[in-house]
């Protein structure tokens, strides 16, 4: 059955460390993996996008990798700060092809606290 | 430019009340999406709407729900019957190209709903 699993549910680092969190997924061929960022009350808010022929993504202090291989994505936030604390999302962007249109397939979500 | 705002942020209802949840997407945006996080579990896609045609239906988990798009604006969103396995959270996203893989969606706050 197609899978999608963010490491852990949440990640607890002190600030100025790098926070690395982990996407794999299963059954699943996408083209483009997203990530967002989620603060309580809030509606996902986009962060990178990759595609399945990049190996890496960088963003000011955020850096996603995508190996198709592994079917594992990472997100790494350098130099962390407490304003990153969030719940970060990845999404796999799949095809409906009976529709010609294109789905967003969330994880569940790894909730980081940086702490000061 | 004004963000994604969905209407309204809770409802607290009874086991078969109604509910119409509305989406204003971003002013221009031809693609507005529907996606629901229940408790505990990921965001899950909905449904699709280039303008006012429902592109991708394929996630609307029975006939309970009705989704319209009138004149491609905004959009509602009705559960009639409301079942307690409805409550959670209702997003509602837009984006302005023609869809791809490589769309990034706007998203509202949400819309928080709670069946008793």
């Known amino acids: 059955s197609q899978k999608i699993e963010q490491n852990s549910e949440a990640l607890n680092i002190q600030e100025g460390k790098t926070a690395t969190l982990t996407c794999n997924y299963t059954n699943y061929s996408p083209a483009y993996l997203q990530w967002y960022r989620q603060d309580p009350g809030r509606g996902p808010v986009f962060l990178l996008l990759i595609r399945e022929n990049e190996k890496e993504k960088r963003k000011e202090r955020l850096k996603v990798t995508f190996d198709t291989t592994l079917k594992q994505s990472l997100f790494h936030i350098t130099a962390s700060q407490p304003a990153d604390s969030a719940t970060y999302l990845c999404?796999?962007?799949?095809?409906?092809?009976?529709?010609?249109?294109?789905?967003?397939?969330f994880g569940k979500g790894t909730k980081l606290s940086v702490i000061p | 430019e004004a963000g994604v705002t969905q209407f309204p942020s809770h409802s607290v209802i009874e086991k078969g009340q109604t509910v119409t949840l509305r989406c204003d997407p971003i002013?221009?945006?031809?693609?507005l999406y529907w996606y629901r996080r229940v408790m505990g579990k990921e965001i899950k896609f909905l449904l699709h709407?280039?303008?006012?045609?429902?592109?991708?239906e394929s996630g609307m988990p029975n006939n309970r729900f009705l989704a319209e798009r009138t004149g491609g604006t905004y959009s509602t969103l009705k559960v009639q019957p409301a079942e307690l396995e409805d409550s959670g959270v209702y997003f509602c996203a837009s984006s302005q190209d023609r869809d791809s893989g490589a769309n990034v969606l706007t998203f509202g706050a949400g819309s928080r709903l709670t069946v008793l």
């Open positions: 709407f280039v303008k006012e045609s429902k592109q991708d």
């Open positions: 002013s221009g945006h031809d693609n």
């Open positions: 999404a796999l962007v799949v095809a409906y092809s009976g529709a010609g249109s294109y789905q967003l397939t």
